[in-house]
């Protein structure tokens, strides 16, 4: 039930924003023409009045829909091209030292180096592999998911730009929740937490912590994101959420936004506060699948 709700927040294919509106002006004209056949001199009644605003309204919200859809997307795009560049910049340590490592070898083929260069090749292939994922077109489909490898992978794609701007990431995930379920499209959810966990990165590019803390009651999973930087400007935090509301001369204001979202389509919901010590906290709640 839970999940055929959420189904018909994310119809697969919608049709594009122009289609929209022509359908709804050939269902508008045809509507009055109608009308004025049977009301020659009723034209501007009532009735006709409601009906034609339901249309529009009908039309406009489908429009909505898909304009949401379209910026959802873009941003998606976006954001595995910024990871891309902190990743590869990431990728190439490990390569070095594998090179390294394999010169050694060759010198000295008794070295047994194998071990540390298998570690240094499965990380950049985790990474790889998280980033392929993410920039994949999206299906929408709502499946049953773990989370805590959904998070792991989260962190497997941020933590390159985090090291960059010296900022530690600090998994609080208890272990008694390690095989907790929720139902979520998988990328999109992954969007969340990255989006997120990225502006932490960026109020810090001097460096900090980022606390990921994980609870869970009967029905709910709470996952806090905390940071030690400035926190959200005060006069910022009632419009979070909102669309363009950024401070960055190069942020586009999507980014809460799309969380946002994203969370409500997940039958969750998303706080934005400040903590008293200074920083800021987000804290994500989805409902568990059991
Ligand atoms: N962890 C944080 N600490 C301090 N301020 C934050 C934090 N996260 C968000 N903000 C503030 O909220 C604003 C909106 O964030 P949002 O992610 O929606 O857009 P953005 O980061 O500015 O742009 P984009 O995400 O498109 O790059 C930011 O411009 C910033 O002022
Ligand atoms: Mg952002």
Redesign the pocket.
């Known amino acids: 039930m839970w999940m055929g709700l959420n189904m018909e927040k994310h119809p697969r294919k919608l049709p594009s924003v122009s289609l929209i509106i022509l359908a709804g002006a050939i269902v508008i004209l045809v509507d009055q023409g109608v009308l004025m056949a049977l009301h020659v001199n009723k034209w501007v009644n009532v009735w006709g009045l409601v009906r034609t605003s339901a249309i529009v309204a009908f039309f406009g919200f489908l429009s909505r829909k898909v304009y949401v859809q379209a910026i959802q997307r873009s ?1 998606q795009l976006r954001i595995t091209g910024t990871l891309a560049a902190s990743i590869a910049h990431e990728i190439r340590n490990p390569l070095t030292s594998l090179r390294g490592f394999i010169q050694l070898n060759k010198t000295d083929p008794k070295a047994a180096y194998t071990d540390i260069m298998l570690t240094e090749i499965d990380r950049i292939n985790d990474i790889v592999n998280e980033l392929l994922i993410l920039a994949k077109p999206q299906k929408g489909e709502y499946v049953i998911r773990e989370l805590r490898p959904l998070l792991q992978s989260v962190f497997t794609l941020i933590n390159p730009q985090a090291i960059l701007h010296d900022v530690h990431l600090m998994d609080g995930y208890p272990g008694e929740l390690e095989s907790l379920t929720i139902v979520c499209v998988e990328s999109k959810l992954k969007q969340v937490f990255i ?2 966990i ?3 990165v ?2 810090m590019s001097d460096g900090g912590e980022i606390t990921i803390t994980v609870t869970a009651d009967e029905e709910w999973v709470s996952i806090v994101i905390a ?1 030690n ?5 005060l006069e ?1 935090l009632d419009r ?1 959420g909102q669309p363009f ?4 001369e ?8 799309i969380c946002q979202t994203i969370v409500e389509d997940h039958g969750g919901t998303i706080h934005f506060q400040n903590q008293p010590v200074g920083g ?1 906290v ?1 804290t994500v709640k989805l409902p568990i699948h059991r």
């Open positions: 941003e989006n997120v990225k502006n932490s960026e109020a940071d930087g400035p926190g959200f400007p910022q979070i509301n950024s401070t960055k190069k942020g586009t204001g999507l980014g809460l936004m800021a987000v």
